[in-house]
């Protein structure tokens, strides 16, 4: 039945690609790196590495929040547009795994880093 809810899901989502095992289904921006380590560890910080991603569902400004974390540092958080289905998805104990998919030094925190997630199939 939980893959059923997931095809319908990836559907729904528009899914771009699919890579072996696993199917692309977000790709985003990084909310709130200014106030995390980014600033300090981007300059090491490449396309394709792993990220995790932490449901934080006891989180006071948002109850669908996920941080996002990259060898232990925080760097920011799903945006909170974005982060629902996400959000859902970890609660139901769906295998997803993120990667940054570009770095910038832009002056815009918003235009950093992106990443992508990823259900595992």
């Known amino acids: 039945m ?3 809810l997931t095809l319908s899901l990836l559907f729904w989502l ?3 690609r699919a890579e072996g095992g696993r199917v692309l289904i977000q790709h985003s921006p990084l909310a709130g790196s200014q106030y995390y ?3 300090t560890v981007w300059q090491e910080i490449r396309p394709g590495d ?3 991603l932490v449901r934080e569902a006891d989180n006071r400004h948002d109850r669908h929040a996920i941080r996002v974390e990259w060898r232990g540092h925080t760097l920011g958080y799903v945006p909170r547009t974005e982060n ?3 959000a859902a998805a970890l ?3 769906d295998r997803l795994t993120a ?3 570009s770095v910038s030094d832009n002056k815009n925190p918003w235009q950093r880093v992106a990443f992508e997630v990823f259900i595992e199939l």
């Open 91 to 93: 609660d139901a104990g």
């Open 14 to 16: 528009g899914v771009s």
């Open 50 to 52: 792993a990220l995790a």
């Open 37 to 39: 380590a980014l600033s």
């Open 99 to 101: 990667r940054v998919s």
């Open 84 to 86: 629902r289905v996400i």
């Open 2 to 4: 939980r893959f059923l």
